[in-house]
Structures are given as structure tokens and as C-alpha cells.
């Protein structure tokens, strides 16, 4: 049977098992919006600006774990799209975005709405195509989410001229994908794997680093039998949270630049470390020629370019992180002996606790505990970019994965809003939070609308302190509280989402916080709460830019 | 340090960019790069001669050249033995009178006169790098005008 070009779009989206689209239409990807008239294959979601149909594609990958799909139309729609494309890239997220794009004939002429998307988003797509083809539509289709969804995942951008989308052709669903150049590995080295066991076993101060990979990988069960069968401590990046239980006893909670102390002395006292998914980012490391300078490292990814990027790697074994822990596993015949280890990482524990001075404000921190008890701990946790997004990794504990979703490489403002929307959607079920700034929420505040015509439910918790709180405390700590710039005003914003048709609550008195959030929670209906905290808290413990990881100031009791 | 990659590449628009987009992405600098046509149609061969200040950048772009998806093989030659040529065409200051000269210099490289038009010769010239930079040397004497290289080619033995 002949099809047009966004029929095959369409059909090779559904076949894809595509269960929703974020999107936006313009007059180059017209023929396709033409197409998605009554089309009943999967969902549509019209948000009110590009970005936030990229993040939300994003916001539903991370909650489900399948690739995510914005679609919007040429030049500025897909320039829109670009910070939401960067922001997956950076954390790994399955995505594929596609964009509407000029006739082929008038490609290069710069036309009305053109821009070069593929050229564009070069550095920030795992990879992107140009269809010049339609016969090459499928294919393309297929590869995109072959690409994106295996390996070390990513976004793939489709860019569809107009006359792509209406020619015709018979259409013919690729069964197989054959790609020489693209072979993901799966699983490790044996030798090596043998190796690292060995270590493990031998070891007298290990310490296991999970990030975003666990997740990715589907690991945390074997990460809980590794670290139940070997005792060793465990803690995580940002994008690892989730990935092991913070309420376990061998949990040392996040570390890095806002991990907790007893962490990151942990880290930098420890003779082995086992790296799981995680790539030695700069917010973990802090000065790197004085981090841990006693251990050994075991770095398993499945991204070879990770490996002894930043960190030099005794034992790198590249592969699929749950493969790998599998055979690991059956190699490691007995438990380390790390008794005194294990007391003294428990003695750290006491020493530096994570504590808070109550103030007669409403501490930001207190309205994450209570969101963690009003919602049993099992709520979906997004974040936008700034304190709150470090008091909701430190202050709420996580017990599963995929129920923290955040921008972590990219640090995205106005990421957290319309990803909750892709949460949501993602997990019907589920209570999804947007913990967010009064900053943070302005950049994306215009999917209220998103929100509310399609009675997608998401509560959206404002710690509102009148500042650009995390960059205000930089300037407070580093630049002589010279406030440059960061005192931000903001709408009313009980008054803002009732006009969107959504529920406004605003919150000043402490006693005010769980029955606003009982309340937020049982309203069926997307809820603003204001919730007006302490305005010059800070986020402790804190580790400056660029020092060691064990060089920290602040909330210490 | 200079190291000198090849890279197998599908033929398809836009994998220049792809690579060298990489290299400008992460602050690598390339010396040199020469892009052709394989024995099968589908497959370009890239030669880049890079500047990578330890083993660890080098490992890097090869780990990242091995990332995008249209690269099908990374060769690293540093640590194997390969045979390397570079073209040069240089357009030079010649008059009959310095003839016995300028075959005194090609009676040591490979290279011959093209074109002799008025005072100007346009010569050719094959050679590895240490060659060539002898050659220029050489072709110095007589003044060079202008000098294009194709960059340095380079295949395993």
C-alpha cells in the first residue's frame, strides 16, 4: 500500500511502540499535524512551547525507561528544542526528536523558517539524519530508536523536509536493523571481570560508586547482592539516586559537591573503588589529583570514552553494567574482610551527620521531609536546577529507581515542570512532584496550560525565596555577598495557576506545610503550592568549586 | 606530539563535519587531514595527523572518533609500523639557468617540473614527512611563491 511520508511517521512511531508524542505544530511540519488528525496509534501532547515537549519527552524516558518523542516544525521549533535535546544527551536519556524542515529543493536557501537543525544539534544528538529520501523514511525511523534506546543511550533527531512528509511510496516496515558501524558491546571481559573480582575480594576499604547507569542498566538488584554479599558502602552521583536504597544500612547517601561528608570521606579514605555506571564527573571528584589517592578503581560502562577520562582505571571493563555485575558476581567467591572498615565508615556516619538549624521560617529542607511522609516515600520526584534540587537529593530518600528524575549534566532550568508532565504520563499511577524554585519554575511556567487542558496532574511544590538561591549562596560564599542580580520577583502564583484553571495554595507558617500538601495531594487537579521558606538557607555540606572532595564547609553539627 | 589516525567512514554527507566537529568540540587540534574514496564506494578513508599532548588525549579521540555512529574502524599508528606519503605542488622561482640545480635536488626526492612557464615552474613531489621537509628546504633556495600539501596519507604494512 502507498503511503505519504508522515503516514510512514506515523506507523513506524506506533510500531515502535510509541505510547505518546509531546509536540508542537508550524507550517514545515504540516503534513504531519495533517496525518495526526484523529489519528488514534498513540497520544498527543500539545505543549505550549517546544521545550517543554522536549522535556517532557525526556521526563517520560526516565520514568519509563522508553524512548521519549517530541516532534516540532522547522527552524524555531526546532532551535526550541535544542536545550531539551542537550539535556538528554548529557544524562543519557532515550529520545528521538523530529522536526519539520524546509522542501529539500529550498534547503540551503534560507528560507522562511529554516534553520540547519542537523548541523546544530550535531554535538548534542548521539546521531541525526537528514531524510532526503522517503524511501528511506522507515529505516531511518527504525535506526533512530535502535540507536537511541541501545548502548550508551541517547537522543537521535530525525529532520523531515516538507516534501518528504507528502511524497509517497510503498511502504515497507525494515524487519531488521543492520548497522556495521554501530555494535554495542554487552557483555564484559572475562578476564578482566576475573580480575576485578579478585580485587573485591582482597580489598580492606572498599567503597561501591553508582551513577545514572544502574538505572539505565536495570542493575540495582544485582547492585543490592553485590553490596549485601561483600558489605561494601555504597554511595551514588545525582543521577544515581534511586539506584540503591537510602534507608540501608550500608547507604552513604550522594557525595560530591553536595554529597554528605561521610561519603566523601569515605571515597577519599577508601583502597578500592567499585564504579558502576558513573563517569567521575566534576561535581564528584572536586580536585582530581588529590581524589582518593590510596584507591584502586574498577570502572565498569558501557561507554569505553568514559573510562580513564577523568580518573586513571586499574581494571576498566566496558559492557552492559547488569551483564557485567551478573558474571561478577559468580566470581566472587568470598566476602572481603572489611569489619573495621565497616565501623570506621559507621563512625564517619555519627561524626557528620546531615543536620539542620530550625529557623522560625519554613526551612526548604522541612517541606521535602514532608512531601517524603505525606507521599510514603513513594511519590515520582522531579526537580528543576538549584537548591531545591540538591535539598530534594539530600532530604527525601529514595527507595527505587526511576522516582528522581532531574537534569544532572546539562543542570537544565525549566526542566523539572514539563518533565513532571512526561512523568505523569509516564506513571499514571503515581504522585509526581515538581520540586522546584521560584526561579526554575518561571522558565517553563507556561505548561500550566499543558498541564491543565489535559488534566494532567502534577503537584508543584515552590520553595520560594525571592533569589536565585543556589547562585545567590555562591555570591554570599564566594563574592562577598555582592547579590548581583539574584534577587528575582515573581507572580502570584496561587493566582497565576488559578487562572491557568489550575489550584494555587500558598504556604507562610510551618504548621501550614503537611495540610497543604494533604490537600495538594487529594486534589484532582494540578496544584501550585507557594510554600515561602527561609530566604537565605543555604545547601550544606558544600565543597568549593575545584578542592578536594573532603574540604567541607558548612552544616556540620 | 603528532599522531597520525585513520578513520573508516560511510560516505554519506555530513560525516566530515561529524569529525571534525568532534575534534573542535574537545579542543583537539588537527595538523592535517586528507579525506578520500575506498575501493568500496560506501566507504571514505580519513588520514588525520593530530596534536595530542599525552597518551591519555589521544586515547580520548579515539574513543570518541569510535562513538559516532558512521565511523566502522579507528587505526591508532602510533605504535605500528606504516608507510606514510604526502604530495606537495609548489610553485617556485626556475629559469633554464638553475636547471642542473633543481635536478640535483630531484636526483634525492621524488619529484619532476609540471609546468614551466616564464620564471615559474609548478613542481611535484612525493615523499614522507621528514622527506618533504628536506625538499622545502631545498625548494627554499630557489624561492618558493606558493605551496599546497594534500596532508599526510598513511597505511599499515
Known amino acids: 500500500m502507498k503511503m505519504t511520508g508522515s ?31 484523529g489519528y488514534e496509534g498513540f497520544k498527543f501532547i500539545l505543549t505550549r ?19 521519549g518523542v517530541c516532534l516540532a516544525t522547522s527552524g524555531p521549533g526546532a532551535t526550541n528544542l535544542v536545550t531539551g535535546i542537550a539535556n538528554a544527551y548529557m544524562d543519557s536519556i ?22 540547519d537543525i542537523t548541523g546544530i544539534t550535531r554535538p ?26 541501545t548502548g550508551r543511550p541517547g537522543p537521535v533527531l530525525i529532520d523531515l523536509p516538507k516534501d518528504v512528509q507528502v511524497a509517497q511510496t510503498e511502504f515497507i516496515w525494515p524487519e531488521e536493523i543492520k548497522l556495521r558501524s554501530y555494535n554495542p558491546v554487552f557483555s564484559g571481559h572475562p578476564g578482566q571481570i576475573r580480575r576485578a573480582a579478585k580485587m573485591i575480594m582482597a580489598a580492606k576499604k572498599p567503597i561501591i560508586y553508582i551513577g545514572g547507569g544502574v538505572i539505565i542498566s536495570g542493575a ?43 561519603a566523601n570521606h569515605s571515597i577519599m579514605e577508601s583502597d578500592l573503588i567499585i564504579a558502576l555506571g558513573a563517569r567521575f564527573d566534576d561535581r564528584v571528584t572536586g580536585r582530581l589529583d588529590v581524589f582518593a589517592p590510596d584507591a584502586e578503581v574498577i570502572h565498569v560502562d558501557i561507554d569505553p570514552s568514559s573510562i580513564s577520562k577523568n580518573v586513571r582505571v586499574d581494571v576498566p571493563i566496558v559492557g552492559d553494567l547488569k551483564q557485567v555485575l551478573l558474571e561478577l558476581l559468580q566470581e566472587i567467591k568470598q566476602a572481603p574482610v572489611i569489619a573495621d572498615w565497616s565501623k570506621h565508615v559507621e563512625s564517619l556516619k555519627k561524626k557528620f551527620p546531615m543536620s539542620l538549624k530550625d529557623k522560625s521560617k519554613i526551612l526548604p529542607q522541612y517541606v521535602i521531609q514532608q512531601i517524603e511522609e505525606a507521599t510514603a516515600g513513594d511519590a515520582i520526584i522531579c526537580t528543576e536546577v ?8 539530600q532530604w527525601y530518600n529514595y527507595s527505587k529507581v526511576r522516582t528522581f528524575i532531574s537534569s544532572g549534566g546539562l543542570g537544565t532550568m525549566g526542566f523539572g515542570f514539563p518533565a513532571s508532565i512526561g512523568a505523569k504520563l509516564g506513571a499514571p499511577e503515581k504522585t509526581v512532584f515538581n520540586i522546584a ?47 548581583s542580580y539574584t534577587p528575582i520577583s515573581s507572580p502570584d502564583f496561587v493566582k497565576l495557576a488559578e487562572s491557568y484553571g489550575a489550584v494555587g495554595i500558598r504556604v507562610t507558617k510551618k504548621e501550614e506545610v503537611r495540610p497543604a500538601l494533604d490537600r495538594a495531594i487529594k486534589t484532582d487537579n494540578t496544584v501550585f503550592i507557594d510554600f515561602h521558606v527561609e530566604e537565605e538557607e543555604n545547601v550544606y555540606p558544600m565543597v568549593p568549586a575545584g578542592e578536594a572532595i573532603n574540604n567541607i564547609i558548612g552544616g556540620l553539627a | 606530539m603528532k599522531h597520525t589516525i585513520s578513520v573508516l567512514v560511510e560516505n554519506k554527507f555530513g560525516v566530515l563535519a561529524r569529525v571534525a566537529g568532534l575534534f573542535s568540540a574537545r579542543g583537539y587540534n588537527i595538523a592535517s587531514l586528507a579525506v578520500s574514496q575506498t575501493l568500496d564506494p560506501e566507504v571514505s578513508y580519513m588520514s588525520i595527523v593530530v596534536e595530542a599532548k599525552d597518551e591519555k588525549v589521544l586515547e580520548q579521540i579515539n574513543k570518541q572518533l569510535n562513538k559516532l555512529i558512521d565511523v566502522i574502524t579507528v587505526t591508532d599508528f602510533t605504535k605500528k609500523e606504516y608507510v606514510d606519503r604526502e604530495l606537495v605542488l609548489a610553485k617556485i622561482n626556475y629559469t633554464p639557468k638553475n636547471k642542473s640545480k633543481l635536478e640535483a635536488v630531484f636526483e634525492k626526492f621524488v619529484g619532476k617540473i609540471v609546468v614551466h612557464k616564464d620564471d615559474t615552474a609548478i613542481i611535484e613531489a612525493v615523499g614522507d614527512q621528514e622527506q618533504i621537509k628536506v625538499l622545502l628546504e631545498e625548494l627554499n633556495k630557489f624561492g618558493i611563491k606558493e605551496l599546497v600539501r594534500t596532508g599526510k596519507l598513511a597505511i599499515s604494512n
Open chain 1, 7 to 37: 503516514q510512514i511517521l506515523l506507523e513506524c512511531l506506533k510500531r515502535e511502540g510509541v505510547e505518546v508524542v509531546f509536540g508542537y505544530p508550524g507550517g514545515q511540519i504540516l503534513p504531519t499535524f495533517d496525518a495526526l488528525y
Open chain 1, 49 to 67: 512551547h517546544e521545550q517543554g515537549a522536549a522535556h517532557a519527552a525526556d521526563g517520560y524516558a526516565r520514568v519509563t525507561g522508553k524512548v
Open chain 1, 94 to 115: 532515550p529520545m528521538v526528536a523530529i522536526t519539520g524542515q524546509v522542501p529539500t529543493a529550498l534547503i540551503g536557501n534560507d528560507a522562511f523558517q529554516e534553520a
Open chain 1, 124 to 149: 548534542v544528538t548521539k546521531h541525526n539524519y537528514l531524510v532526503k529520501d522517503i524511501k528511506d523514511l522507515a529505516r531511518i525511523i527504525r535506526e533512530a530508536f535502535y540507536i537511541a534506546s
Open chain 1, 220 to 262: 540495582a538488584p544485582e547492585v543490592m547482592e553485590l553490596a549485601e554479599r561483600t558489605g561494601c558502602p555504597v554511595t551514588w552521583t545525582l543521577m544515581g539516586i534511586g539506584g540503591f536504597p537510602s534507608r540501608h544500612k550500608q547507604s552513604l547517601g550522594m557525595l560530591g559537591m553536595h554529597g554528605t561528608a561521610y
Open chain 1, 386 to 393: 538549584g537548591q531545591h534540587q540538591m535539598w530534594a537529593a
Open chain 1, 437 to 483: 524554585g521560584d526561579g526554575s519554575i518561571q522558565m517553563n511556567i507556561q505548561e500550566l496550560g499543558t498541564c491543565v487542558a489535559n488534566k494532567i496532574n502534577v503537584k508543584v511544590a515552590i520553595l520560594n525565596n525571592g533569589y536565585l538561591g543556589m547562585v545567590r549562596q555562591w555570591q554570599e560564599l564566594f563574592y562577598d555577598r555582592r547579590y
